[in-house]
């Protein structure tokens, strides 16, 4: 079951897996929906840098916050006989599309530093870009490195026990 070599076994390699997913994505994601927003430049991306901490801490209690209910749409979508990147493609699909719905807001409260009403006025004009931005960073930057991380410490451990 080679499939089984990309996928966290344990908390530890969950929450590495879901390190190395965070970190990817807020660098990219971020920078490029503010950009969007507000104009690309490099006054726009120091902007961003600033608050990238506070976007990546809002991103993983996200992340934590939307597992289990993504972890059940991916169930209701796919069969378990369905492939490994069946599985895969529908769970990442279904989590871009919790976390981007709840982010549009947020995100915009981060960023402009305030609660307001005016993420949700423009939600339905943000957030289709917002998604798109994410789904392609997740599907084709962020998981599939995280995924090949997980393999190579697999294929590590696999080494270790064979040697002794």
Not at 39 to 66: C, D, E, S
Not at 107 to 129: A, D, K, N, V
Request: with cysteine.
């Amino acid at each position: 079951m080679k499939y089984y070599m990309y996928l966290p076994r344990n908390k530890r390699e969950f929450m590495l897996f879901m390190a190395i997913v965070s970190l990817i994505s807020v660098n990219i994601i971020a920078p490029l929906i503010t950009s969007f927003e507000i104009g690309f430049g490099w006054q726009t991306w120091l902007a961003t840098l600033k608050i990238l901490p506070v976007i990546w801490l809002a991103v993983v209690a996200v992340v934590l916050l939307t597992y289990q209910p993504a972890d059940w749409l991916t169930g209701k979508i796919v069969a378990k006989q369905d492939s490994f990147n069946a599985h895969i493609t529908i769970n990442i699909l279904c989590t871009v599309l919790l976390m981007s719905i709840i982010l549009t807001v947020i995100g915009t409260w981060i960023g402009q530093r305030q609660i307001s009403l005016e993420p949700l006025q423009h939600f339905f004009y943000r957030w289709p870009r917002n998604f798109t931005i994410a789904l392609a960073v997740e599907a084709l930057v962020a998981q599939p490195i995280a995924r090949q991380a997980i393999f190579l410490l697999h294929k590590i451990y696999s080494a270790e026990k064979e040697l002794n």
